[in-house]
């Protein structure tokens, strides 16, 4: 019995050494895993930040529970959800310059439309000043204050300006931001001025131009449609064909 009880506790004394073997030679891995994941984090985490910050802190947040876990001793765990967490700090880089990417074409896109329109904006307000300014047009410019006109175009060219030369330097959200804000005191001065601007003009015009061209199509298309009716109804008989209708708008 005495034998058998001394047998046993070798016996637990071995397998407490082979645990205590095994947990100790996951450590070093388990520990350098954990300082890659770091320094992957480290070099991504100021682009991350701005552009993937929910991705960002994830992974962060999976980092700190390995690092509980290595607190604990527990390597094995370590060891075995170390290399997706891994995995997923090498996509921060990749996942936020895909965004940076993506948002800068929106802004390249957005200043390209303001770029187009505000230049002839601003030309064609300072015409209108200038026309409401002579005597001829005094009744024109009855009630309208050329005063605050004048400075308020004066206070757009000048930030219209400054959005140029952010775009020169390479700031395309402060450009934009900038014309964006030309753009609203555009806006207010065409209407206290009573004018139309030339890319809200070409628009509208555009939209007439489709109008008509949808209602060509239309009736074409009706055109059509009785040529086909005529020839189902019945092929023995003679074709009259219906006059093409007029386009409207003509």
């Not at 450590?27 to 070099?43: D, F, M, N, R, Y």
């Not at 004066?154 to 395309?172: H, M």
């Not at 005191?185 to 131009?209: C, E, H």
Request: aromatic share 2%.
């Amino acid at each position: 019995m005495q034998l058998i009880q001394r047998v046993s506790r070798c016996a637990a004394i071995s397998m407490a050494a082979i645990i205590l073997a095994a947990c100790a030679g996951q450590k070093e891995p388990a520990q350098k895993l954990i300082g890659e994941i770091e320094s992957t984090v480290t070099a991504a985490s100021t682009e991350a930040a701005k552009y993937v910050p929910d991705q960002l802190a994830e992974v962060q947040s999976k980092l700190d529970a390995l690092k509980a876990s290595f607190a604990k001793q527990d390597f094995a765990a370590v060891v075995t959800q170390a290399p997706a967490v891994l995995s997923a700090a090498q996509g921060l880089a990749t996942a936020a310059a895909a965004k940076k990417d993506e948002i800068l074409k929106a802004l390249n896109d957005e200043w390209s439309l303001l770029a187009g329109s505000l230049p002839a904006d601003v030309t064609a307000l300072q015409s209108r000043i200038d026309l409401l300014s002579k005597k001829s047009s005094k009744k024109l410019a009855a009630g309208i204050d050329l005063d605050a006109a004048k400075a308020g175009l004066t206070d757009a060219t000048s930030l219209w300006s400054k959005a140029q030369a952010a775009f020169a330097a390479g700031t395309l959200e402060e450009a934009v931001n900038t014309a964006k804000i030309v753009k609203t005191k555009i806006d207010a001065l065409a209407t206290s001025l009573k004018v139309n601007l030339p890319a809200r003009s070409a628009l509208k015009s555009q939209g007439a131009f489709a109008d008509d061209h949808r209602r060509a199509a239309d009736a074409r298309g009706h055109q059509v449609a009785l040529i086909d009716l005529e020839l189902h109804a019945d092929l023995s008989r003679p074709l009259h064909l219906p006059a093409l209708p007029a386009d409207e708008g003509r």
